[in-house]
Nanobody
Framework: QVRLMESGGGLVQPGGSLRLSCTASGNFFSLNNMAWYRRLPGKEREVVASVGTAGSPYYADFVKGRFTISRDNAKNTVFLQMDSLEPGDTAVYYC???????????WGQGTQVTVSS
């Protein structure tokens, strides 16, 4: 059983910052990808950023230069530093772990991020 626990969401004013964290526990392969997705109101879930065990982050175009993804492999934790937040970033943010050995996907329950004045 693999569990992903997200934290760090909340309400922030435009231009502000938030840092999301996601810690994975349970049995999964050490070689994996961890990613952040988001679901805007009324929209499909979309990838925000991802990073593999060895690094090499990927960012969606709409967050380049504003968000930074990083991970602590020893703690099985991935972070998303979100700066210069805009009202359009308001969404539920989800953490995903992709086990590269079993090819299984695991998802967190999501954390709400609201950007509003």
């Amino acid at each position: 059983q693999v569990r992903l626990m997200e934290s760090g969401g909340g309400l922030v004013q435009p231009g502000g910052s938030l840092r999301l964290s996601c810690t994975a526990s349970g049995n999964f392969f050490s070689l994996n990808n961890m990613a952040w997705y988001r679901r805007l109101p009324g929209k499909e879930r979309e990838v925000v950023a991802s990073v593999g065990t060895a690094g090499s982050p990927y960012y969606a175009d709409f967050v380049k230069g504003r968000f930074t993804i990083s991970r602590d492999n020893a703690k099985n934790t991935v972070f998303l530093q979100m700066d210069s937040l805009e009202p359009g970033d308001t969404a539920v943010y989800y953490c995903r772990l992709q086990d590269l050995k079993t090819e299984r996907d695991y998802w967190g329950q999501g954390t709400q991020v609201t950007v509003s004045s």
